[in-house]
């Protein structure tokens, strides 16, 4: 495999893994792998601008690139809303309704991939349009998901001053629930257009 060609899903792939890295710390339950798994986590999340980034400069935006992009991002929104669910952070409807979403949308982006669309290109209205792809919908969801992810890491760091923490974590609380909202909202121009797509 020529890696030059193949960076940015090489990225794309690669990120999952610093993911599951940060995850395995949190169930250390020391300050130091609370740190390294927060440090691990942006850097995560973080990976996934840079493959997009590869892909447009080098030209490297394929149907399988953007496969998996979005499963990359699956995997990883799933893994820490479920581990969050299983330490007690979050309620586990958090997670029921990030797996849920997932399987509803990509079921039906898999069937835009076999009409020749790409995954948010089965969009054909403004407002589809812009809840799925335009850059505030998609920026707002990550910046309020990663945010969550991020401080709820803080707020559960061993040795955290209790004051500091409970504030932190009512942040965190408010936008985990401002992401899962995001995360129901951008499905549904997604199920209201797969109708074309069944004809």
């Known amino acids: 495999m020529d890696i030059k060609k193949n960076s940015a899903n090489i990225v794309s792939v690669v990120r999952v893994f610093v993911a599951f890295g940060a995850i395995a710390l949190l169930f250390t339950q ?7 798994s927060f440090v691990l986590t942006a850097i995560a999340f973080s990976m996934d601008a840079v493959d997009g980034y590869l892909a447009r400069k080098f030209g490297q935006a394929s149907q399988l690139g953007a496969v998996l992009d979005i499963m990359g991002d699956r995997i990883i929104e799933a893994i820490y809303w479920i581990v969050f669910a299983v330490l007690g952070w979050l309620p586990v409807i958090f997670p029921i309704i990030c797996v849920s979403r997932a399987f509803l949308t990509d079921g039906i982006r898999s069937v835009a991939l076999t009409k020749g669309m790409t995954p948010f290109g089965m969009q054909t209205t403004q407002w ?55 995360c129901v909202v951008r499905a549904i121009p997604v199920v209201a257009e797969s109708g074309k797509l069944f004809d």
């Open 128 to 182: 589809g349009k812009f809840i799925c792809a335009s850059k505030l919908m998609k920026t707002s969801y990550a910046v309020a998901k990663v945010a969550a992810f991020m401080l709820l890491i803080i707020a559960y760091t061993p040795g955290l001053s209790e004051c500091y923490a409970h504030c932190i974590l009512k942040i965190a609380i408010i936008l985990a629930w401002i992401a899962i909202i995001f």
């Open 30 to 36: 020391t300050t130091k792998s609370y740190i390294l």
